[in-house]
């Protein structure tokens, strides 16, 4: 059971999410919906903070580190909050033959921080990542877990920063 305190970080429909996602293994197996269940608080609160690991946790009936053994192995999760674009550009090394840290060193430049940190506007945060299955696309990164873009050349990262700036800014 979801102890009282924490339970309130998260809303009832979260909850009824993580019911359809636990429906979907045997009783007997709910924890299968551990990374489902990571990203549906993901998406609900930007991030998989502490507490929401624990919710998971009781959720589940697992136990919180292996939660967190789960949130911290993979770099789709968010473990503090980040800006509304995230930016993960491949560094692994086919890509970093093709231009993949000279991207990353190009966006840190344009956007005026260092890989790791989330601009003072808090819309974007730049990230590395391990490969992203496209090393003949390279560079390539991935927007906010989910848009892949490719063959990224410095025209091409700045049109993408300025074309996200400009959405906010209608």
Avoid: W
Wanted: with cysteine.
């Amino acid at each position: 059971m979801i102890s009282e305190a924490v339970s309130q970080t998260i809303s009832d429909a979260t909850r009824a999410r993580f019911a359809r996602e636990v429906a979907k293994y045997p009783s007997d197996q709910k924890q299968s919906a551990v990374m489902a269940c990571l990203a549906i608080v993901q998406q609900e609160i930007g991030y998989v903070s502490t507490e929401s690991e624990q919710i998971v946790a009781d959720y589940l009936g697992m136990a919180p580190i292996a939660v967190h053994e789960v949130t911290t192995f993979y770099n789709m999760y968010n473990q503090q909050p980040v800006g509304k674009y995230k930016l993960n550009v491949c560094t692994n090394l086919p890509c970093q033959l093709r231009d993949g840290g000279r991207a990353l060193e190009h966006l840190e430049q344009k956007l005026g921080i260092r890989m790791g940190d989330t601009t003072p506007d808090g819309m974007f945060t730049l990230q590395q990542c391990e490969c992203l299955g496209a090393c003949a696309d390279s560079p390539v990164l991935l927007v906010n877990d989910r848009t892949m873009c490719s063959f990224m050349s410095n025209d091409k990262l700045d049109q993408l920063v300025d074309g996200l700036r400009a959405a906010e800014d209608k």
